[in-house]
């Protein structure tokens, strides 16, 4: 880890320190580096800004960023998709008795059974986290654009969605097969997300706001009304991105069961890595917003997932409060999409997951550079660089996997 000092402002204030957990700033890029130091200039922002070592540019805040705010939220420093994040599942079934004809139907069937990329399902589904929502908070009718979304919410739970989301077949060092799904909160994160960025930026004057809009980077006071509905919609984002979760685990769970005769009644981790918590910190309760970051509170399991094709993670953590008590949510893209797209080819990425014996579900293989291999930084490097974070007490060997 090292820490960039902060700087004088003609303000007579100073920026806040930025703690990255990379060996030196050449590791971060240009895009990334600049947004970081917008933070550290961000008039709400405290005590420090905190790098997870799989940062990258993203829009506002970099992914893997940590900020700390005390009395304002900031819609562009939790991202576009709310609860995004990943749940996991060890089985009692031993992964030698999976032969790879059954592994292949599994996904085969999957793919028919879970919506992927823009898909979503024919029908609604039961969704208590919005039946819960309407019940408890009929005054956010108010925000008709986005309560009107709440019907279709109802046919994109259980989707898997499309970018790096993924279910994955895996086996851990004890030969167990294991589950993992990569999903997030889907169109309704993002229009809330979006909805109340725009509230945020409509109303600079009304807050004043000097800050920057080309920082994209605008507040909502908390205690403001538009603040308290902020949460209670990105509270049900987060909780719709685990319920859809749960659901597709359970949807695997039945399609082995009918595939393989085992019934799988493991319980399931989830672990978040978009939102913004409440959380008390040296005696002071403070706003702290990971972005592509996951909480790691002392002995907090935690789950950090690497690229397709290479191992993953389950961790525990440190509970360090230079972070916030926080730390990466996976390896981190080492490259954009679109330079990923030009230097790995179909053939290319399929040929390196053949090697591996890896099983491979995607409906669209002509997109599947995007997510190769060699597009993300390597997972050993990225928790290596964590040491201070989090321990890893699991490592997992991917053997099938479905992209969006």
């Not at 004088?8 to 990379?22: A, D, G, Y």
């Not at 990334?32 to 829009?59: E, W």
């Not at 009692?92 to 992927?116: H, N, Y």
């Not at 009107?148 to 989301?165: R, V």
């Amino acid at each position: 880890m090292f820490t960039i000092q902060p700087e004088k402002l003609p303000n007579s204030r100073e920026t806040l320190p930025i703690k990255v957990w990379l060996p030196g700033i050449e590791w971060l890029e240009e895009g990334c580096l600049q947004q970081a130091k917008n933070l550290s200039r961000y008039p709400y922002a405290v005590k420090q800004i905190a790098l997870m070592a799989d940062t990258h540019q993203g829009f506002g805040m970099p992914i893997g960023g940590v900020m700390a705010t005390r009395d304002v939220v900031v819609p562009n420093a939790v991202g576009v998709d709310i609860g995004c994040g990943v749940a996991f599942c060890e089985s009692s079934v031993d992964m030698q008795d999976i032969s790879k004809s059954l592994l292949t139907d599994l996904v085969s069937k999957i793919m028919r059974e879970i919506p992927q990329g823009f898909n979503h399902h024919k029908s609604r589904r039961d969704v208590q986290c919005i039946k819960e929502f309407k019940r408890k908070n009929p005054e956010e009718k108010r925000h008709e654009q986005i309560w009107k979304e709440l019907d279709a919410a109802l046919y994109q739970i259980g989707t898997l969605g499309g970018g790096n989301h993924f279910i994955e077949f895996q086996q851990n060092e004890k030969g167990k097969l294991c589950l993992m799904v990569h999903s997030g909160s889907r169109n309704i994160g993002y229009k809330i997300a979006g909805y109340f960025n725009r509230i945020a930026g409509n109303n600079k004057n009304k807050w004043n706001s000097d800050v920057p809009k080309k920082h994209e980077l605008d507040f909502i006071p908390i205690e403001c009304d538009e603040g308290q509905s902020y949460l209670k919609w990105m509270n049900l984002a987060r909780a719709f991105a685990q319920e859809s979760r749960q659901m597709m685990m359970h949807t695997i769970f039945s399609i082995f069961e009918k595939q393989a005769g085992i019934r799988i009644e493991n319980s399931i981790l989830d672990v978040h890595h978009n939102d913004v918590n409440c959380e008390k910190n040296e005696n002071e309760k403070l706003w702290i917003h990971r972005k592509g970051a996951i909480r790691a509170n002392k002995d907090e399991l935690g789950i950090v997932p690497g690229a397709m094709g290479r191992k993953s993670y389950i961790v525990k953590g440190k509970g360090n409060q230079d972070s916030f008590f926080s730390c990466s949510h996976g390896a981190g893209r080492a490259m954009s999409r679109k330079q990923a797209k030009k230097q790995f080819d179909q053939k290319y990425v399929t040929g390196e997951l053949d090697e591996k014996h890896i099983i491979l579900g995607k409906s669209k293989l002509s997109d599947v550079g995007e997510e190769a291999p060699g597009a993300y930084k390597d997972i050993d490097f990225v928790l290596e660089q964590q040491k201070d974070l989090l321990k890893p007490v699991q490592v997992l060997e991917g053997r099938a996997v479905i992209k969006g």
